[in-house]
Each structure stands twice: as structure tokens, then as C-alpha cells.
């Protein structure tokens, strides 16, 4: 019988050893042992299923995996040590030289970094697309475009892009889709259900939500996952059982804690848009947003993560961070504290002022991560620091 995510998320454990302990132990060992010498062999020729090493799996990792695969509706899946690690092996498994991307314009840093400076090293070319423009999508695909990849919303500026839409597209073009889901997490929205072939996750984000651990994940189809299990065993960036065995139990309050992440950030969204120093406020969930309809369509609720421009611009952002007193001015996101960022000086400083400008960075913008602290508290600081960066 299929659970419900709550159930799914708590209940999901690996086998009991023989201790039958009732938490997950963690295993930290680097092989395993065969019980004989044909029992290696069939293990190393892919008759049987089973640990041979902790590059390939753990059973750790294998219950992490089983859980994200089963809150977004996936066959399988695949974890690694970090975010960027899964989004790279997303794009290394299953391109080759000659293919082309087709991305949101909008995307996480390095992701960005990734397919303008790396990827064509190999040959694998890209084009960035507005995602508040669908009309373009189509208009770009070429005879060599293989994957879609794109994150909704995005990483500040929090756009969004259709994706029953964007399912129907790849379909018709026979092309991969690929999501990164780490702002919204399988809770508020699952990709797997329009279409999407592979979703990724920064696990350091909303999954960990704790700010402790580095971690990633690729769940998707399953003859898709063994081209990235057969890229990963042999590359190695496979996450560490340690971290493995955290993010199983960090997956297990991830319902309760976006309840609370969600509930802040709206709060302090709506709060903002009524104060005199701010020139907007960008949330999924605001009715100020221009895609308000579509966020009510496809995501359960608008998630954790708020962006606002300060008046005043680049110096005045920088004082309204130095002013803050509680919150934390970190590049993370996705932490029960929350964090304040100013992308422009920071996580998107790589990127040129016409590109930040192309993905609405502007020099005033301020990203902050709603924790779990009482709203109250977090509004406090905010309405501090914007009238002592004044
Ligand atoms: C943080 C982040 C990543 C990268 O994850 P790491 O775990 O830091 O490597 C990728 N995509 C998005 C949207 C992120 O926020």
C-alpha cells in the first residue's frame, strides 16, 4: 500500500541486522567480505545483489538513496558527496561530445560555471533560455540537444517554470529532463510526475536542513540510474556512509521542518512587501509574483527561501548584512538558523554584471533562508538592520 510522505520519509529503514536495533547503525566500513570465492565473483559479474565497497554502495547510502527515490516517485537513485558532484555526473553519465543543453537561465552558480567553462571542454555546448519565456524553450531546441535542465524555482531569483509544460515538451522532442529540486525538496514538489527523467538535489540544503553535512542525490529512471551508477563507480564521488546516515535521519523531520521554513518565509515575505525600504519582494507565494498561478499549481507551498531589494543598491545591501545581529550571513541555505546572503558580492559574483542583470541579480538583492527560529525574532532583526543600514 503506498504512505503518505510523512510515513514514507520515517518509515522507510533498511533491513534490521542481527541486533535488531530500532535506529539505523551506521556502517562504517570500507568493503565487505564474500563467503566464499564464488560468491565474489558473482557479486563483482552482476549475478547477485550485494555490498562490495563503499565506492559502489553502503548500506547507508542505499537506504538514503531508497528514501529520496521513494518521496519523489523515482525508480532508483545514486548519492553523492555533494551537490555539484550528482549535477555533474547528471550531465557526464548521460552526455557524450557533441550533445547540447538546453538550461534556465537562472541557475546555482557553479551550476552555471559548470556548463559555460567545463562542459565544453568535452564538447557538450549549452544554451540558456529565460524561464519566464516558454515560447523561446522550443524555439532553441536543436537536432543535437539531449538534455533539459533547469531549477524551479531558481537559485535567487526564484522563477518558475511550468512543468507539466515542460514534460509535455520533452516528450514531443524526445529529449531528458533533468530538475535540480533543492529549493522546493520532493515535499512541496515532485518533477517525476510531469515527465522528468532525473532529479537532483543538493542534500547540503533542505534535506541535511541542519547545516552539517555536504551531500547529493540523483534519483530518476532506472535505466538512466545505471549509467550514472556505472559513471560513479568508476569516477568516485560517492557520498560517505556518515553522511549518508545523517541525511536518513534528517529526511525523517523534513515534512515538519518545511512546515515551519514555509510558514517564516511567507510571513516575513508579507511583512517585507509593506515596508518603505524595499523595492520588491520576490516569493512563489506572493500574489505580487508574476507566476503566483502556476506556484499554486505545481508546488504544495512557496518554500523556504526569500529574495528582496534593499533601496540604496550594492553599499546599502553590504551595510543591511552588517547590521543584521542574530540571523546568520552565510552562502548556505536551508539551515534551521536563518541566512542572509547578498548574491551579487557573493555566490553570484563570478558570473558578469549583464548576466547577474539577465537573471534579475540585482546590486540591492538580498536572499534570506528562513529558519526555525519564531518569526517574531527573525522579523526583529530584519526591521533592525534595514533601519540602521539606512
Ligand atoms: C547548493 C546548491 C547546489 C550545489 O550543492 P552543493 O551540495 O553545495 O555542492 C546546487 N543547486 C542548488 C539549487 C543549490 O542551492
Not at 4 to 26: C, D, G, I, M
Not at 27 to 44: H, I, K, M, P
Not at 106 to 126: A, D, E, M, N, R
Request: glycine share 6%; proline share 4%.
Amino acid at each position: 500500500m503506498k504512505k503518505h510522505f510523512e510515513t514514507e520519509a520515517v518509515r522507510t529503514q533498511s533491513r534490521k541486522s542481527s541486533n535488531r536495533e530500532h535506529s539505523v547503525p551506521l556502517y562504517l566500513t570500507s568493503s565487505f567480505v564474500f563467503d566464499n570465492a564464488e560468491q565474489g565473483r558473482a557479486l563483482f559479474a552482476d549475478e547477485i545483489e550485494g555490498n562490495i565497497y563503499s565506492r559502489f554502495s553502503n548500506p547507508n547510502t542505499s537506504e538514503f538513496i531508497e528514501k529520496m527515490a521513494a518521496l519523489e516517485h523515482a525508480e532508483d537513485g545514486f548519492a553523492f558527496a555533494t551537490g555539484m558532484a550528482a549535477i555533474f555526473v547528471g550531465f557526464g553519465a548521460l552526455l557524450q561530445s557533441g550533445d547540447h543543453v538546453l538550461a534556465c537561465r537562472s541557475l546555482f552558480g557553479s551550476s552555471h560555471q559548470l556548463l559555460t567553462k567545463v562542459l565544453p571542454k568535452w564538447g557538450i555546448t549549452h544554451s540558456y533560455v529565460d524561464a519566464s519565456s516558454p515560447e523561446l524553450w522550443e524555439k532553441e531546441i536543436r537536432k543535437n540537444t539531449r538534455m533539459i535542465f533547469i531549477e524551479t524555482p531558481s537559485n535567487p531569483g526564484l522563477e518558475l517554470i511550468d512543468l507539466e509544460w515542460l514534460g509535455n515538451l520533452k516528450r514531443k522532442h524526445n529529449i531528458l529532463l533533468s530538475v535540480d529540486n533543492c529549493f522546493a525538496t520532493p515535499y512541496l514538489q515532485t518533477p517525476v510526475d510531469f515527465g522528468a527523467d532525473l532529479v537532483i538535489h543538493s542534500a547540503t540544503k533542505f534535506i541535511d536542513g541542519q547545516g552539517r553535512v555536504l551531500g547529493g542525490v540523483i534519483v530518476g529512471k532506472k535505466d538512466l540510474i545505471k549509467e550514472v551508477r556505472f559513471f560513479s563507480r568508476h569516477t568516485g564521488p560517492a557520498m560517505s556512509p556518515f553522511n549518508a546516515w545523517l541525511l536518513s535521519k534528517s529526511l525523517e523531520t523534513l515534512a515538519v521542518r518545511m512546515d515551519r521554513h514555509c510558514f517564516n518565509a511567507l510571513a516575513l515575505a508579507v511583512q517585507l512587501e509593506k515596508h518603505p525600504e524595499i523595492e520588491f519582494v520576490k516569493y512563489p507565494f506572493l500574489q505580487s509574483h508574476p507566476q503566483y498561478a502556476l506556484a499554486k499549481k505545481q508546488m504544495k507551498q512557496g518554500g523556504g527561501v526569500v529574495t528582496f531589494a534593499v533601496k540604496g543598491g550594492y553599499e546599502r545591501a553590504k551595510r543591511f548584512i552588517d547590521a543584521i545581529q542574530m540571523l546568520s550571513s552565510t552562502a548556505n541555505l536551508g539551515d534551521t538558523r536563518t541566512t542572509v546572503t547578498h548574491p551579487a558580492s557573493t555566490t553570484h559574483s563570478k558570473l558578469t554584471d549583464e548576466e547577474r542583470a539577465k537573471v534579475g541579480i540585482v546590486p540591492g538583492l538580498i536572499r534570506i533562508s528562513a529558519g526555525l527560529e519564531h518569526i517574531d525574532d527573525i522579523l526583529a532583526d530584519v526591521e533592525q538592520a534595514l533601519s540602521k543600514s539606512r
